[in-house]
T-cell receptor, first 115, second 115 residues
Framework: DAGVTQSPTHLIKTRGQQVTLRCSPISGHKSVSWYQQVLGQGPQFIFQ???????GRGNFPDRFSARQFPNYSSELNVNALLLGDSALYLC??????????????FGPGTRLTVT | AQSVTQLGSHVSVSEGALVLLRCNYSSSVPPYLFWYVQYPNQGLQLLLKYTSAATLVKGINGFEAEFKKSETSFHLTKPSAHMSDAAEYFC?????????????FGTGTRLQVFP
C-alpha cells in the first residue's frame, strides 16, 4: 500500500515569492496535518484538516494557509516567503481527528530553501 | 498545556551496547506518548506508542519504552545497538480534543553508533 506522498521533494524560492506544497494521504485516511521542521529542531504543528475543514492551527502567521480537497489530498501555501521559512515541511495523515488520538503517518517531506 | 523534554541532544554508543534515550513529559491529562525515528533526508517513522494500556510498550526494530507516571518519563531503550540505529529520535505527546489532535515534539536526540 502506498504511504503518504508529498511533492515536490525539493524546492528553492526567493524571498517574497509564494509556494504551494502538496500531500496525498494514505488511502482511507481522512485527516491531514502539516508540520514544519527547521534544521536541528523537532517538527512544529502548522495545520490539521479533517473532512475538508480546518480542525487546528498552530502558532504560524497568516502567510501560511492550507486546504483539503474532496479526495482528502491537501495543499499548504506560504506567501511572502522569508528566509526563516526554509525548512522541511512534513505532511501526516491519520484516520480521524479529535474524538481520540489517532496514529499519524508521515510523508518524506518537502525541503524548502528560501534564498 | 502538554510538552515533552528530551534530555541529551546527542547520544553515542558502541555497537552492541545498551541504548537509552530520555524523554520527560508534562501533561494535565493522561498523555498519549510516541517515539518517532528520522533517518537522514527522510520523514518520521513511528517506533512505538503509549495509549494508556500496558506501561511497557514494545515497538519495531527491538525498541521499547516504559511509561512511568511517578517520574513523568517515557524513556526509549534497546538492549543492543546496531549500526543501522544511527538516526534522529523524537519523543512526542498527543494534544487532542476539541475535534483536533496534534503532536507536540521534543527537540530530538541524535544517536550515533560506533563499531
Amino acid at each position: 500500500d502506498a504511504g503518504v506522498t508529498q511533492s515536490p521533494t525539493h524546492l528553492i524560492k526567493t524571498r517574497g515569492q509564494q509556494v504551494t506544497l502538496r500531500c496525498s494521504p494514505i488511502s482511507g485516511h481522512k485527516s491531514v496535518s502539516w508540520y514544519q521542521q527547521v534544521l536541528g529542531q523537532g517538527p512544529q504543528f502548522i495545520f490539521q484538516y479533517y473532512e475538508k475543514e480546518e480542525r487546528g492551527r498552530g502558532n504560524f502567521p497568516d502567510r501560511f494557509s492550507a486546504r483539503q480537497f474532496p479526495n482528502y489530498s491537501s495543499e499548504l501555501n506560504v506567501n511572502a516567503l522569508l528566509l526563516g521559512d526554509s525548512a522541511l515541511y512534513l505532511c501526516a495523515s491519520s484516520l480521524g481527528s479529535g474524538t481520540k488520538t489517532y496514529e499519524q503517518y508521515f510523508g518524506p517531506g518537502t525541503r524548502l530553501t528560501v534564498t | 498545556a502538554q510538552s515533552v523534554t528530551q534530555l541529551g541532544s546527542h547520544v553515542s554508543v558502541s555497537e552492541g551496547a545498551l541504548v537509552l534515550l530520555r524523554c520527560n513529559y508534562s501533561s494535565s491529562v493522561p498523555p498519549y506518548l510516541f517515539w518517532y525515528v528520522q533517518y537522514p533526508n527522510q520523514g518520521l517513522q513511528l517506533l512505538l506508542k503509549y495509549t494508556s494500556a500496558a506501561t511497557l510498550v514494545k515497538g519495531i526494530n527491538g525498541f521499547e519504552a516504559e511509561f512511568k507516571k511517578s517520574e513523568t518519563s517515557f524513556h526509549l531503550t534497546k538492549p543492543s545497538a546496531h549500526m543501522s540505529d544511527a538516526a534522529e529520535y523524537f519523543c512526542a505527546v498527543s494534544a487532542w480534543g476539541r475535534n483536533t489532535d496534534k503532536l507536540i515534539f521534543g527537540t530530538g536526540t541524535r544517536l550515533q553508533v560506533f563499531p
